[in-house]
């Protein structure tokens, strides 16, 4: 059993940056892949990013890309993500997740992840 718990949202103004952080549980975190995924009101969950292959390989949404890193310490079981040049659409809910399974296919769909946070609000103001 894997839990996650993110920290490090807040309200931020347009242009601004959050660092965010999700510590998780378990002796078995580093060869899990991990996500980031975010859901505004009204809207259903979508990916943000993603990393795999022990942190060789990245993915990111379209819409975060140059602006969003994901990156991992597996010696502290966390994982990260910085966003800099934040939009007001930016504004969610953000949950990371860990798959069980090290497979880079559907890294974007939120069915393929075993285990989530409880979430964190990102505000940003225009």
């Known amino acids: 059993q894997v839990q996650l718990v993110e920290s490090g949202g807040g309200l931020v103004q347009a242009g601004g940056s959050l660092r965010l952080s999700c510590a998780a549980s378990?002796?078995?975190?580093?060869?899990?892949?991990m996500g980031w995924f975010r859901q505004a009101p009204g809207k259903e969950r979508e990916f943000v990013a993603a990393?795999?292959?022990?942190?060789?390989?990245?993915y990111y949404a379209d819409s975060v890309k140059g602006r969003f890193t994901i990156s991992r310490d597996n010696a502290k079981n966390t994982v990260f993500l910085q966003m800099n040049s934040l939009k007001p659409e930016d504004t969610a809910v953000y949950y990371c997740?860990?798959?069980?399974?090290?497979?880079?296919?559907?890294?974007?769909?939120?069915?393929?992840?075993?285990?989530w946070g409880q979430g964190t609000q990102v505000t940003v103001s225009s």
């Open positions: 990393i795999y292959r022990a942190g060789a390989s990245t």
């Open positions: 997740a860990a798959r069980r399974i090290d497979r880079s296919a559907g890294y974007y769909n939120t069915g393929n992840y075993n285990y």
């Open positions: 378990g002796r078995t975190f580093s060869s899990y892949p």
